[in-house]
């Protein structure tokens, strides 16, 4: 299996993960793909957007019960954050609370956005 992501996308440092399903499992909950493959392997430090609510979509497509478990499954399997955040709104803050999602993972999410956004000078100049 391969795994198509865009040079230039990884040099930048923002890869946005799609409503793709490999092996049966959508690519924002793919642990596989995203932690494993991207992350670990490939050594990405930058971060992972989801495509346009594809947290959510993960229910239509029958692999998550409920907006809190496809967020659960998206955010622990290194999706950083989700494009359209809906259900991440709704549902994180009670996920870190009762420790179904560690705040260390959120940690990680949001330092590999900083670093990027910082990186790309956008502290410095927002609309360059």
Same mark, same amino acid.
């Given at each position: ?5 865009? *040079?230039?996308?990884?040099? %930048?440092?923002? @890869?946005?993960?799609?409503? $793709? ?5 959508? &690519?924002?909950g793919n642990d596989y793909l995203v932690n494993q493959i ?9 971060? *992972?957007?989801?495509?346009? %609510?594809?947290? @959510?979509?993960?229910?239509? $497509? ?5 907006? &809190? ?19 991440? *709104? ?18 990680? &999410? ?5 670093k990027t956004i910082f990186q790309l000078g956008l502290f410095?100049?927002?609309?360059k």
């Open positions: 299996m391969e795994l198509f992501i865009t *040079v230039a996308a990884v040099e %930048a440092g923002a @890869v946005m993960n799609s409503f $793709n399903i490999v092996d049966g499992i959508p &690519a924002s991207l992350k670990e392997q490939w050594n990405f430090k930058g971060f *992972v957007v989801s495509d346009w %609510a594809s947290f @959510v979509e993960m229910i239509n $497509n029958g692999y998550a019960a409920n907006e &809190a478990e496809a967020t659960k499954m998206s955010i622990m399997a290194g999706s950083d954050i989700d494009m359209e955040a809906g259900i991440v *709104v709704k549902t994180m803050v009670n996920q870190v609370k009762n420790g179904d999602v560690p705040m260390s993972r959120i940690d990680d &999410a949001v330092a590999r956005i900083l410095d100049d927002p609309y």
